[in-house]
């Protein structure tokens, strides 16, 4: 059974640039979410997406947008690159994204914004 | 609004010690709690969840943690600390209604073991 898989693992872009970050969830699953974790924070919920909709987002400008494809792959697309937005951005897939359901978290992309 | 809040962001034992990470939640619906671990640039791991029933929920690598409703709190424990238990702990709470299914992290307990 493949676990969560995240690219890349690592990303330098500069203030107002645009980034996507890919996500591959657990065979099986079909919900993705995803967290943003500044440093020394704990993750911050993004937005969720179920059967290729979105089902529930966070307190995150528009520009943060994603997308969940019919293998229940996903993006996060972020445009008009900010500093603050340097952080670690993880995945996470779940059966079907209810509450008691377990995420199961990605490793993570380290986005560096200069 | 549903919160949690883990008492003390560095918690230091030796080895042998007992592990004890405290988290508080808030939470106006029955909550769903969890704990996680994190090592050093990697993802996070379960390593228990409380949905319902029994209040002493068994984890992986040896943790428990009992939900206290009349405290609101969700503390994780072990009786005998390890090397390989040094890495960072989020307590988190579910979410409902339009944020069914997000997690509400605490900020997070790093945990050090002394030899």
């Known amino acids: 059974e493949t676990g969560v898989t995240q690219s890349p693992t690592h990303l330098i872009k500069t203030r107002g640039q645009q980034v996507t970050l890919r996500c591959s969830s657990q065979?099986?699953?079909?919900?993705v979410s995803w967290y943003q974790q500044a440093l020394g924070q704990g993750p911050q919920f993004i937005f969720q997406?179920?059967?290729?909709?979105?089902?529930g987002r966070g307190n995150f400008p528009p520009r943060f947008s994603g997308l969940q494809f019919p293998n229940y792959s996903s993006e996060l697309n972020v445009n008009a690159l900010e500093l603050d937005d340097s952080a670690l951005y993880l995945c996470?897939?779940?059966?079907?994204?209810?509450?008691?359901?377990?995420?199961?978290f990605g490793p993570g992309t380290r986005l560096t914004v200069l | 609004a549903q919160s949690v809040t883990q008492l003390g962001s560095h918690v230091s034992v030796s080895e042998g010690a007992l592990v004890l990470l405290r988290c508080n939640y808030s939470?106006?619906?029955?909550?769903?709690l969890f704990w996680y671990v994190q090592y050093p640039n990697q993802g996070l791991q379960l390593l228990l969840k409380?949905?319902?029933?029994?209040?002493l929920v068994k984890g992986i690598n040896g943790f428990e943690a009992e939900f206290k409703k009349s405290e609101t709190s969700f503390h994780l424990t072990k009786p005998s600390a390890h090397m390989s238990d040094a890495a960072e702990y989020f307590c988190?709470?579910?979410?409902?209604?339009?944020?069914?299914?997000?997690?509400?992290f605490g900020k997070g307990t790093k945990l050090s073991v002394k030899p």
């Open positions: 996470a897939s779940s059966l079907v994204g209810g509450r008691a359901d377990t995420q199961y």
């Open positions: 065979s099986g699953h079909n919900t």
């Open positions: 997406y179920y059967r290729e909709e979105e089902n």
């Open positions: 939470s106006s619906v029955p909550p769903y």
């Open positions: 409380y949905t319902t029933g029994a209040t």
């Open positions: 988190a709470v579910s979410g409902y209604g339009g944020s069914q299914g997000n997690l509400i």
